[in-house]
């Protein structure tokens, strides 16, 4: 069965989309999912299912979401396989000693045409970034709160992101070893 890492964009933000993470394990132990393991409240779930396709398994959580919880957030789904090698391919490893200021964006589909020129326009002096596949990567030491690429990537980018930093997305990785 594989292992699968579930985020959702925007749950328990702001007083919007609540969600307790308690009822979400249930919800997907009730779609068959095993092993259920959720981390911090910004919706992350580490789990196994039987479903073999993200698009397919994506499509069930938010259904079941809509249906049990009013609300239905972006959903993306990533194999363990894929989450260790975005890990891995990493491209900053010199900043994972501050995981706060490393951040992982992880985008809904790979971009078509991204705005490289854009997004060359707006980092700090001590930002750094790289996009590598489905996967954007932003180092921002003085903070991603204060960083106009982290504010306008997504636009740039083209597509849909949820980002984590990376504390997040090493614990996450961890989660899915466990199991």
Known sequence: MPTWIVLLRGVNVGGKGKLPMKAWAADLAELGCEEVRTYIQSGNAVLRSSQRSAGRLQAAIGEQLEERHGFRPAVQAYSADQW????????????VDDPKSLHAYFLAAKPKAPDMDGLSRLPA????????????????????????????????LGVEVTARNWRTVAELGRLAEEI
Request: no cysteine.
């Open 84 to 95: 260790a090698d975005a890990i891995d391919d990493n491209p900053f490893p010199d900043a």
């Open 125 to 156: 002096p001590s930002e750094r970034y790289h996009l590598a596949g489905r996967v954007f990567y932003l180092h921002a030491p003085d903070g991603v709160g204060r960083s106009r690429l982290a504010a306008r990537a997504e636009k740039l």
